[in-house]
C-alpha cells in the first residue's frame, strides 16, 4: 500500500513510525514543506539565540527515515488534492499518488489585521524559516516589541533585553511578569495593543490604541491559530472553520483520508499541544495499517 503523509512534524513523523513499526511492507512517503529535517517546534523560540544544531532541535535524523525506508520529501508544498485518482499535487506541478493518505499539516499562525501589518521585518512564528528571517534582521533592529501570551515571550524578551535590545512585551497575560528578569530595557504593556504599523516599507514605529507612538524596528506576534487546510479546500473532505473533521480513529468522512495534530477541528480530541499532536499521530498511524 502507498501511504502518503503531508507534514513532518510532530503528527507526521509519529504516525510514520507507528505505520512502519505495525507493517514494514508499506511504502511510506513524507512530503513537506519545511525544508529541514523534523524539530520541535515548540524550540523555536530558543533556536532565535543558538545554532539549530545545538540544544537537541532536530528531533529525527536522515538515519531514521533511511533505516525505516521512509522517503522524506522536504520543500515540497501539497498544493490540491483530487480525491478520485488519489492524488496530491505539490507546488513544483509534481503529483504524489497514494492508497491512504494523511493530512498533519498543523496550523499557522495568523497576523492581526490592521493598518500597516504587511509591512516589512512584522513577522510570526510558527517555522524555521521564520526564525532564519528574524535571525537575519536582529543585529539591525534595536528597538523589538513582542505582541503575545504564550510563555515563550517571556524567554525571549529576557533573552533579547540581556543583548542590550530595547524590548516592549505587549501581552494580556499577567504571569508572563512573574519570574522575568527585570531590567531597564524591558518594558511591559498589558492594557494596550497595537492599532497601527507606521514606516515606508518596513516597520519604523508603532501606535498604539492609546494614541501612544513608540521608535520600532522588529515586530513579532504570537498570532492567532489558523489550521492548514488550503490543500483540502474544494475537495470532498469536512472541513469547520477549525480544521478538518475526524472520527476517534483520525479519519475523516473519506475512509482512506486521515488527519491529526493540530490542523484537526474536534474540540474534544484537540487542545493542540506537542503531546496531543503525537498522540493522534499513533492513533493515525495505526489506523491506517489496519
Ligand atoms: C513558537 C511555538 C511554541 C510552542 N510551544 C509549545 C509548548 O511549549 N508546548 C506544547 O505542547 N506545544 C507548543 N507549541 C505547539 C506545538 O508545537 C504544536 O501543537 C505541534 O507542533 C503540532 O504538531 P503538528 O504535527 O500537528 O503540526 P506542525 O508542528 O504545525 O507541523 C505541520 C507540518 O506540516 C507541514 N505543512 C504544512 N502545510 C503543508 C503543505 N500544504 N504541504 C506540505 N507540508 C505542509 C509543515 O511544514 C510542518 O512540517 C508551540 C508552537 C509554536 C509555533
Redesign the pocket.
Given at each position: 500500500m502507498n501511504i502518503l503523509i503531508?507534514?513532518?512534524?510532530?503528527?507526521?513523523?509519529?504516525a510514520a513510525g507507528m505505520i512502519v513499526s505495525a507493517d514494514k511492507s508499506h511504502n511510506v512517503t513524507i512530503?513537506?514543506?519545511?525544508s529541514v529535517l523534523?524539530y520541535?517546534?515548540?524550540?523555536?523560540?530558543d533556536f532565535l539565540f543558538s545554532k539549530a544544531c545545538e540544544n537537541g532541535f532536530y528531533f529525527k535524523d536522515q538515519t531514521f527515515f533511511d533505516k525505516n525506508k521512509i522517503k522524506l520529501l522536504l520543500g515540497?508544498?501539497?498544493?490540491s488534492l483530487d480525491t478520485r485518482r488519489k492524488r496530491v499535487k505539490?507546488?513544483d506541478n509534481g503529483y504524489l499518488d497514494f492508497d491512504r493518505l494523511l493530512v498533519?499539516?498543523?496550523?499557522?499562525?495568523v497576523l492581526p489585521d490592521i493598518k500597516g501589518i504587511n509591512k516589512k521585518n512584522v513577522y510570526g512564528?510558527?517555522?524555521f524559516s521564520d526564525v532564519e528571517e528574524i535571525k537575519k534582521n536582529l543585529p539591525v533592529s534595536d528597538t523589538i516589541f513582542l505582541v503575545g501570551n504564550?510563555?515563550?515571550l517571556q524567554d525571549m524578551a529576557s533573552n533579547l533585553s540581556s543583548q542590550g535590545k530595547e524590548v516592549f512585551l505587549i501581552t494580556q497575560n499577567n504571569e508572563l511578569l512573574n519570574n522575568i528578569k527585570q531590567s531597564d530595557n524591558l518594558r511591559f504593556v498589558l492594557d494596550d495593543e497595537i492599532s497601527e504599523i507606521i514606516g515606508e516599507s518596513q516597520v519604523q514605529a508603532v501606535k498604539l490604541k492609546s494614541g501612544k507612538v513608540f521608535a520600532c524596528s522588529l515586530l513579532i506576534y504570537?498570532g492567532n491559530f489558523s489550521p492548514?487546510i488550503?490543500?483540502l479546500k474544494g475537495s470532498p473532505v469536512d472541513l469547520s472553520d477549525n480544521g478538518v473533521i475526524v472520527d476517534e480513529n483520525m479519519r475523516t468522512n473519506l475512509d482512506f483520508i486521515f488527519a491529526?495534530?493540530?490542523?484537526?477541528a474536534n474540540e474534544t480530541i484537540s487542545n493542540?499541544?506537542?503531546?496531543?499532536?503525537?498522540k493522534?499521530?499513533r492513533k493515525a498511524g495505526l489506523a491506517i495499517v489496519l
Open positions: 503531508i507534514g513532518s512534524s510532530a503528527a507526521g513523523i509519529e512530503a513537506s514543506e519545511d523534523p520541535y517546534r515548540f524550540k523555536l523560540a515540497k508544498k501539497a498544493i505539490l507546488d498533519a499539516t498543523g496550523a499557522n499562525c512564528l510558527r517555522s504564550e510563555a515563550y504570537n492548514n488550503s490543500l491529526a495534530g493540530d490542523v484537526v493542540r499541544t506537542w503531546e496531543n499532536a503525537l493522534q499521530g
